[in-house]
């Protein structure tokens, strides 16, 4: 097989079907990739550790309750990502008031959108980027996650779909591992980084992607 060949479902794309990428291994069995995704991935965590040098990166999956959710002009994960950065916001302006010691957080994002041939609903892979001075850690994100980072997550999830946090339903599966710490800057030689990058890869796969009309399936954050 070529190394390029055009996405038959978006011809402005380019199927990747390398076994590296800028250095880094990726997994064959989720191959091909799509290449525009690779390249935006690759940028994002370039850009989130430009600004934040020590990055937490979290990885976690979003579903959508069996009721569905309420219809929007904005896509759910817009909704989110601002829900998130709102709340995080909240809680430094809270340690500036309290005069404890506060980091800058700007939140950046990757995400896929997906949907299985038996699926009624998509569902959302996420990759989360925050500065790891603020959040040190997460769990699984499921309920019984105390961590700071994951109420915030579970609540912005929830508040989006329409579901009370009382819900039976776990919206939110961590993946394993469900976090990395990442030291700036972006550099391919680096073990954590090159283990980041292949797990957070498989956002970029083009199998099951969901094709919309004015709704991209992967999206990144624009800074």
């Not at 997994?27 to 690759?42: D, F, R, T, V």
């Not at 829900?83 to 896929?112: A, D, L, M």
């Not at 699926?119 to 994100?141: I, K, Q, S, T, W």
Request: proline share 5%.
């Amino acid at each position: 097989m070529s190394e390029y060949i055009r996405n038959p479902f978006n011809r402005n794309q380019r199927l990747y079907n390398q076994a590296t990428f800028k250095g880094v291994s990726l997994w064959k069995q989720h191959s091909p990739y799509i290449e525009e995704g690779l390249n935006a991935l690759h940028s994002t965590i370039k850009r989130a550790l430009d600004d934040h040098p020590r990055t937490l990166a979290v990885r976690f999956d979003l579903k959508v309750p069996v009721a569905g959710m309420p219809v929007s002009a904005k896509s759910p994960i817009e909704r989110f990502i601002g829900s998130v950065q709102e709340r995080i916001n909240t809680k430094i302006k809270q340690k500036q008031r309290e005069g404890k010691r506060w980091h800058r957080c700007n939140v950046r994002y990757v995400q896929k959108v997906e949907q299985t041939p038996d699926a009624v609903h998509e569902h959302y892979h996420v990759v989360l980027f925050v500065n790891n001075d603020m959040f040190m850690r997460v769990g699984h994100l499921g309920p019984g996650d105390n961590s700071e980072l994951a109420i915030i997550i579970r609540e912005a999830w929830h508040n989006v779909v329409d579901v009370s946090e009382c819900t039976t339903e776990c919206l939110i599966h961590g993946t394993t591992p469900s976090y990395y710490r990442l030291h700036g800057p972006l550099n391919s030689f680096d073990p954590d980084h090159q283990k980041a990058f292949r797990h957070f890869s498989y956002l970029c796969k083009e199998k099951t992607t969901l094709y919309r009309r004015g709704r991209p399936a992967f999206t990144t954050s624009r800074k």
